[in-house]
């Protein structure tokens, strides 16, 4: 009697899986490399606006438009780019996109005039757009077992983005000029292209998405309203008249606006998968967390910058100001490690609160030892930490919630919320600033800096909070993405 046995090619292992071929592997990071391109470049106004002034000889108040209209570009384009990748042409939308940075960068490194400049970096904001789509490519391109972590990553990455062009723009312009920094980011882009050419897969085709643009008109204006009510409430006065205008301009746009995606037929935000628990706790905190600690990037790089006459500053040149930035990047990137490690004993709830207690503690140490240099260090690091770990989270609580056909248009609107948030607390620290310049003079008192602070930590404060009562709703959610990290990292 003899025993048949079944041959050893036909017993699945996990040895004999085919191993990634060599483009597959450079799917996550040429995706890493895209987000993070497109968020420095569209964070270089911040560093360059006393710069930008001198240069065009503009004020203050209207320098801060470098900034403003790229994150009004970037918080109208995300959501637009979103529906058009849905329908299954994302690599081709990838590609233009960035084209349409590099062509920014180019018009605003060319010496034209600041509108001219404006208009560059409006086409730059664009670019802020994508990072939406490249979490969409990641989620049908990536191995299964490596989604969630290959999402935390990009998630994480937009963080950095900031934290790194920072310093590097502060670096081109104390050694070179605006122009050099921006000629530097159109060659980059053109990098980033070509990655997007031969990295990003083809999308599996797909009935193509109509593109609202009812929705896309009522958007624009209810985004460009409520941040112009940001960029210039300290200048107007949060009581004028032009101010109220615009708020209500905005609001009844927003208001139409919903309407309108409740009742389209293809909307451009489907605003019902905004219910879903984990959905709605990743949006409640990208505004909350933006508006919270996005101003410490900005106020750090204005304190070292004082003059040390003012009683208070460090008196830095741009390039060492802007490195002062680092640790909060290299913090952002810890974030996605240490999350996927966290996860198998703690569960999403717990890690999204101690995140948000994290970014109350960097807010408080800025608040009382700013004066000291390593303290200051340790609240950016603390900082990077908090706001990666956050960020990590929110775009997988997303896509736990949304179909996969839909993931591009919902991370599209949680990129506006967190524009909003970004604008929103910027424009009120400035405020605080603001208001401590002494008559005659033209730098705010250390008091500004403390009220910005201040202001910061009851927002995150009240994130915390938020985090504690939405993980009661969301703790399915939670468990999935818990098991799927724990496999990751397994």
């Known amino acids: 009697m003899t025993t048949e046995t079944l041959p050893t090619a036909s017993i699945p292992t996990r040895s004999s899986a085919p191993s990634p ?55 109208i384009a995300a959501p637009i780019l979103g529906r058009l990748s849905d329908g299954g042409r994302r690599k081709e939308v990838i590609a ?33 757009g994508l990072v939406p789509l490249v979490i969409s490519v990641a989620r049908v391109a990536l191995p299964k077992e490596k989604t969630t972590g290959g999402i935390a990553l990009l998630g994480v990455t937009t963080v950095a983005g900031l934290g790194i062009g920072y310093p590097l723009a502060g670096l081109v312009v104390q050694f070179y000029s605006v122009s050099t920094a921006f000629w530097a980011g159109a060659v980059i882009t053109a990098l980033a292209i070509v990655a ?68 389209a037929a293809a909307p451009l935000v489907n605003l019902r998968l905004l219910a879903h628990p984990s959905v709605l706790a990743a949006d409640v905190m990208v505004v909350l967390v933006g508006a919270g600690i996005y101003p410490l990037l900005s106020l750090v790089v204005r304190y070292v910058q004082a003059p040390t006459s003012t009683g208070y500053g460090y008196g830095y040149p741009a390039a060492i100001a802007g490195l002062m930035l680092l640790p909060y990047s290299f913090g952002s990137f810890a974030a996605s490690r240490i999350v996927q490690k966290l996860l198998k004993r703690y569960s999403l709830e717990v890690l999204v609160v101690l995140s948000s207690i994290v970014l109350v503690l960097s807010m408080v140490l800025f608040l009382f030892t700013r004066e000291h240099l390593i303290p200051l260090l340790v609240a950016m690091t603390l900082a990077g930490l908090g706001t990666g770990a956050v960020f990590a989270i929110n775009p997988a609580q997303i896509n736990a919630g949304v ?81 799927t990290t724990v496999a990751i990292t397994e």
């Open 21 to 75: 071929s060599p483009r597959q592997r450079l799917v996550l990071p040429g995706l890493m490399f895209i987000a993070l391109v497109t968020t420095a470049i569209g964070s270089l106004g911040a560093p360059l606006l006393p710069t930008i002034g001198d240069e065009f000889h503009v004020s203050v108040g209207t320098s801060q438009w470098a900034l403003t209209i790229s994150l009004l570009a970037g918080a």
């Open 96 to 128: 233009v996109a960035l084209v349409l940075v590099g062509l920014g960068c180019a018009l605003a490194a060319i010496p034209l005039g600041f509108g001219w400049f404006l208009a560059g970096r409006a086409l730059q904001g664009v670019g802020l």
């Open 403 to 483: 179909p996969a056909h839909e993931t591009g248009s919902a991370n599209s609107f949680y990129q506006v919320l967190r524009y909003i948030g970004y604008s929103l607390g910027t424009a009120l620290s400035a405020t605080f600033l603001v208001g401590t310049i002494p008559r005659g003079g033209s730098l705010p008192t250390d008091t500004g800096y403390g009220l910005a602070a201040a202001f910061a930590i009851v927002v995150l404060l009240v994130a915390a909070v938020a985090a504690v009562l939405l993980s009661r709703h969301s703790k399915h959610a939670s468990a999935s993405l818990v098991e």
């Open 196 to 263: 997007a050419v031969l990295i990003v897969p083809t999308s599996i085709p797909v009935p193509h998405a109509r593109l609202d643009l009812l929705g896309v008109v009522l958007l624009g204006i209810a985004v460009a309203g409520l941040l112009l009510v940001c960029a210039e409430g300290a200048d107007w006065g949060w009581a004028s008249a032009r101010l109220l205008g615009c708020l209500a301009i905005g609001v009844v746009a927003a208001v139409l606006w919903v309407i309108r995606e409740l009742r």
